[in-house]
């Protein structure tokens, strides 16, 4: 007898630590670019877990590549070579240009990672431990303490304390802020190509080309975040690529394994020489052969369907369509973004409110920020997809 979702929500609420104010929805499977609940209500998915199922809900050839590791090797530790790590670690490195791969079970152990790197590189030219990173105000970098202390946002930041000392902030987008932060004891500068959770801000091009001369000059690594806006999401198959910074070390996650919790930090040539060393890093469940026959299979089809290409040209069409709900309602100031990573900014409407009332017309989106309706759908998704959701967001706009 199938349960139904209230005994589904209040089971949860007894079992489950409650971190989150979940929606009253209980999903049950996905298809394409649609989710249903347990219902049998269909939602045109616009969030994508996070900006996570890049490929939508069981993509041709996905599921079985799983289904196959399975049947071969879910663990081994890395005591021991495996080949999904190895296949998935240079299709990593051929994308990126980079020069190693060190996998992890999430974006923001990617993040703790990218922090010990920069520490350790410059621990290794001069012997001391009182080295400094800059951070972005308003960034996301994830939950863990190190993650957190890197956090541009006191509200996330302020029940644990004290967290990782060492950590100096300075404005995004702003080059001079960013000058005023750097001492002799800076080793890392860390941002997000596209900031996210802090409202949709991409960097200019002035901005982070300013950073990567500081950090060459001066020998200090550059961290680039690139766990929610990589992985082709902003037409680029990483959003640093069409800027034309490489960073000197990138964490990426999130798409990475489109629905397998996987992430990875990546080091340029210089950072992979001078930094971390056997000993001072690792991880039990990191290049799992599982995950990474996931992360491997990933590649392969955004390679051969031409993910990224398909994402610049629908991204242009969403771009406009979006573009046109800031003319047409006063509520609606601006849109931020590149490719199918977009934001409006909503004035006198809560953005809470929107996204029940999106939930209501059967549309999942997400909020960026505290005015930011945040749109981050599969990278699969048609212009059909986005007229049904401009569709249905329209009327989560006209509703009282």
Same mark, same amino acid.
């Given at each position: 007898?199938?349960?139904? &979702?209230? =005994?589904?929500?209040?089971?949860?609420?007894?079992? %489950?630590?409650?971190?989150?104010?979940?929606?009253?929805?209980?999903?049950?499977?996905?298809?394409?670019?649609?989710?249903?609940? =347990?219902?049998?209500?269909?939602?045109?998915?616009?969030?994508?877990? /996070?900006?996570?199922?890049?490929?939508?809900?069981?993509?041709?050839?996905?599921?079985?590549?799983?289904?196959?590791?399975?049947?071969?090797?879910?663990?081994?530790?890395?005591?021991?070579?495996? =080949?999904?790590?190895?296949?998935?670690?240079?299709?990593?490195?051929?994308?990126?240009?980079?020069?190693?791969?060190f996998f992890t079970n999430s974006g923001t152990e990617a993040i703790e990672g990218a922090l010990k790197t920069a520490r350790k590189?410059?621990?290794?030219?001069?012997?001391?431990?009182?080295?400094?990173?800059?951070?972005?105000?308003?960034?996301?970098?994830?939950?863990?303490?190190?993650?957190?202390?890197?956090?541009?946002?006191?509200?996330?930041?302020?029940?644990? @304390?004290?967290?990782?000392?060492?950590?100096?902030?300075?404005?995004?987008?702003?080059?001079?802020? $960013?000058?005023?932060?750097?001492?002799?004891?800076?080793?890392?500068?860390?941002?997000?190509?596209?900031?996210?959770?802090?409202?949709?801000?991409?960097?200019?091009?002035?901005?982070? !080309?300013?950073?990567?001369?500081?950090?060459e000059e001066r020998d200090i690594l550059l961290i680039l975040d690139e766990i929610q806006c990589g992985m082709g999401r902003s037409?680029?198959?990483?959003?640093?690529?069409?800027?034309?910074?490489?960073?000197?070390?990138? #964490?990426?996650?999130?798409?990475?394994?489109?629905? %397998?919790?996987?992430g990875a930090f990546v080091l340029g040539e210089k950072a992979a020489l001078g930094s971390l060393e056997p000993g001072d890093h690792? #991880? #039990?469940?990191?290049?799992?052969?599982?995950?990474?026959?996931? %992360?491997?299979?990933?590649?392969?089809?955004?390679?051969?369907?031409? /993910? %990224?290409?398909?994402?610049?040209?629908?991204?242009?069409?969403?771009?406009?369509?979006?573009?046109?709900?800031?003319?047409?309602?006063?509520?609606?100031? #601006? @849109?931020?973004? &590149?490719?199918?990573?977009?934001?409006?900014?909503?004035?006198?409407?809560?953005?809470?409110?929107?996204?029940?009332?999106?939930?209501?017309?059967?549309?999942?989106?997400?909020?960026?920020?505290?005015?930011?309706?945040?749109?981050?759908?599969?990278?699969?998704?048609?212009?059909?997809? $986005?007229?049904?959701?401009?569709?249905?967001?329209? @009327?989560?706009? !006209?509703?009282?």
């Amino acid at each position: 007898m199938k349960e139904n &979702k209230e =005994t589904i929500i209040e089971q949860a609420e007894q079992a %489950v630590l409650h971190t989150y104010n979940r929606y009253p929805v209980v999903l049950e499977r996905g298809e394409g670019v649609y989710l249903y609940d =347990t219902d049998g209500k269909k939602y045109l998915d616009f969030a994508a877990g /996070i900006a996570v199922q890049g490929l939508g809900y069981h993509y041709p050839g996905y599921d079985e590549a799983l289904k196959a590791q399975i049947d071969k090797l879910l663990h081994t530790s890395n005591l021991y070579y495996n =080949t999904p790590a190895m296949e998935a670690a240079s299709k990593i490195v051929k994308a990126s240009g980079m020069s190693k791969v060190f996998f992890t079970n999430s974006g923001t152990e990617a993040i703790e990672g990218a922090l010990k790197t920069a520490r350790k590189y410059a621990y290794r030219k001069d012997g001391r431990n009182d080295h400094e990173i800059i951070a972005m105000n308003h960034s996301f970098h994830g939950r863990s303490m190190g993650a957190l202390s890197v956090t541009g946002n006191e509200k996330y930041q302020a029940p644990f @304390r004290p967290l990782i000392g060492g950590i100096r902030f300075a404005d995004y987008n702003d080059l001079e802020s $960013v000058k005023a932060q750097i001492t002799d004891r800076t080793c890392g500068i860390i941002l997000e190509t596209i900031q996210g959770e802090g409202g949709i801000y991409p960097a200019t091009e002035e901005f982070l !080309k300013g950073i990567k001369a500081i950090c060459e000059e001066r020998d200090i690594l550059l961290i680039l975040d690139e766990i929610q806006c990589g992985m082709g999401r902003s037409g680029s198959m990483f959003a640093w690529q069409e800027y034309g910074v490489k960073p000197d070390v990138m #964490t990426c996650a999130k798409a990475l394994g489109c629905g %397998v919790p996987v992430g990875a930090f990546v080091l340029g040539e210089k950072a992979a020489l001078g930094s971390l060393e056997p000993g001072d890093h690792g #991880t #039990t469940y990191g290049g799992n052969p599982f995950a990474c026959a996931a %992360v491997s299979k990933v590649f392969d089809i955004f390679e051969e369907q031409k /993910i %990224v290409d398909h994402v610049r040209q629908i991204g242009g069409y969403l771009e406009k369509k979006l573009d046109e709900l800031v003319e047409k309602y006063e509520c609606i100031e #601006t @849109r931020r973004g &590149k490719g199918l990573i977009q934001g409006l900014v909503i004035s006198n409407r809560p953005v809470g409110e929107l996204v029940v009332k999106s939930l209501e017309e059967g549309l999942l989106v997400i909020t960026a920020g505290s005015n930011v309706m945040r749109f981050v759908p599969p990278l699969i998704i048609t212009k059909e997809h $986005v007229d049904e959701m401009i569709e249905k967001f329209e @009327r989560a706009l !006209k509703a009282d």
